[in-house]
């Protein structure tokens, strides 16, 4: 069996699959290969985590045309609370001051997942092969070759441009042999569903504490969803507590805001590294989401960054179209990695030091934070520039990313 195709897309996770719907929106000829059963419950990206989508990512899946589907599961953040435990800091950033119906939303990676491969299937210019193995590949002047096993065939594949979105164990990465950096954070984000018997108001908290930061995402159906990170030695007891244990040591970590807690959900559990990869492309060749930075979740960024990755990567693929370039040419490519390097540096190093700075318990520390978070909560600029950062606004925007629609081009 053979294919040609403009664009094949290693991973089908939320990343890859934005990207093909994008794709596939304009009448690219794409292809993406996933290793799992696409949006089945084995692949690991669609579970149950809860994703904050900023307000720029709301507007990407605007321009893709699937908003309309993802609105009734996606729950509006009004207000976002970050406060210290044990500490007098806090700020406080409202959709008001920012001026917008939402500071972002928050739906489960298992629904975002399930819109966009409905999206997917709508798509002619789209063809998935699911589960599917990447067996061999290589990149020569004219063409990327590749030789895909789907259903116990081999479909020998051509294609202007090969693009990685296989996650944080990218094997095109590691098989072009393109080094990371990696810290371990040696730390576990342990995700539930949990009740409490306050109303959430819309509230998304983020609380930091001495044994790592806990967020509570306000969801649909009058839930929270929790992101509480522990050290990594400690991630097992506390998945084992039972539910009436676990919920006591949560109310213990987060206090009353939101009242008692009442339920948890199932619970699980991601071990936590940053890992940036040292090229981004190449001839041929475009690394995106996990596969070229994978984060910390405190400040919810990941699949964020992600998505603007796509509509950048997008914006370029059409240009080139447009004034009848080569897809795959190492000059428009470094438009894309120069275009989203800023973006990409600026948000690990954010999230990074977040990290770092909640997770020091010396006092001088904590009262400079605490000082620090007080400024940012009473100046305005500041309190901007970090709006602008959490909402996912900053810098050069591409056409999806202003919530324009890619379907026409
Ligand atoms: C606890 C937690 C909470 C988070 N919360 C947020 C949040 O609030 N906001 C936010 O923006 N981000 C958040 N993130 C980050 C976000 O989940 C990730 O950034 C995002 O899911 C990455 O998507 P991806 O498609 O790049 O990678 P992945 O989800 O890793 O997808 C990669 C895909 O490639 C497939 N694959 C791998 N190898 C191959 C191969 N050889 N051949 C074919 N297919 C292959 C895999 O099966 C998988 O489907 C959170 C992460 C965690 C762990």
Redesign the pocket.
């Known amino acids: 069996m053979q294919g040609e195709f403009d664009v094949l897309i290693?991973?089908?996770?939320?990343?890859?699959?934005s990207l093909a719907c994008a794709l596939g929106q304009a009448g690219v000829r794409t292809c993406v290969?996933?290793?799992?059963p696409l949006g089945g419950g084995q692949?690991?990206?669609?579970d149950e985590?809860?994703?904050?989508?900023?307000q720029g990512?709301q507007r990407i899946f605007a321009g893709l045309g699937l908003w309309s589907a993802l609105q009734p599961e996606a729950c509006p953040i009004h207000t976002i609370h970050v406060s210290d435990r044990g500490h007098y800091g806090f700020t406080r950033l409202r959709r008001e001051q920012e001026g917008v119906a939402a500071l972002g939303y928050?739906a489960t990676?298992r629904v975002l997942g399930k819109v966009l491969v409905e999206g997917l299937q709508r798509l002619d210019a789209v063809q998935v092969l699911a589960p599917?193995?990447?067996t061999a590949f290589h990149i020569d002047a004219d063409a990327v070759h590749a030789d895909i096993e789907h259903r116990g065939e081999t479909l020998r594949c051509t294609a202007g441009l090969l693009v990685a979105?296989?996650?944080?164990?990218?094997?095109?990465r590691r098989q072009l042999g393109i080094e990371t950096t990696r810290r371990d954070y040696e730390q576990t984000?342990i995700?539930a569903n949990v009740s409490t018997d306050k109303p959430h108001n819309n509230v998304a908290f983020e609380r930091f504490t001495d044994s790592g930061p806990l967020?509570l995402?306000p969801m649909t159906g009058a839930r929270s969803a929790l992101?509480w990170t522990v050290r990594a030695d400690q991630s097992e007891e506390v998945i084992a507590l039972d539910d009436a244990a676990f919920l006591e040591r949560l109310q213990q970590r987060f206090g009353y805001r939101l009242g008692r807690f009442t339920r948890v959900g199932s619970r699980n559990a991601?071990p936590?590294q940053l890992l940036q990869a040292s090229e981004s492309v190449r001839p041929r060749l475009a690394l995106?989401?996990?596969?070229v930075h994978?984060?910390h979740?405190i400040a919810?960024?990941?699949?964020?960054?992600?998505?603007r990755d796509v509509a950048a990567l997008v914006d370029v693929i059409l240009d080139a179209r447009r004034s009848g370039q080569d897809i795959g040419s190492l000059a428009l490519l470094q438009r894309y990695a120069e275009w989203r390097q800023a973006d990409q540096r600026r948000v690990a190093l954010f999230t990074d030091s977040m990290v770092r700075l909640f997770g020091q318990s010396l006092p001088p520390v904590a009262w400079l934070r605490d000082a620090g978070m007080l400024a940012l909560d009473a100046c305005p600029p500041a309190k901007r520039w970090f709006g602008r950062m959490t909402m996912g606004r900053a810098g050069r925007l591409p056409r999806l990313a202003r919530g324009l629609s890619i379907a026409d081009e």
Not at 33 to 36: G, T
Not at 43 to 46: A, F, I, L, N, T
């Open positions: 290693i991973g089908g996770g939320l990343v890859g699959a290969v996933e290793a799992s692949q690991s990206g669609y985590r809860s994703i904050a989508l900023a990512s928050v990676a599917a193995q990447l979105a296989d996650g944080a164990q990218s094997a095109v984000a995700i967020a995402l992101v991601f936590l995106i989401g996990n596969a994978t984060l979740p919810g960024q990941g699949f964020n960054l992600g998505l």
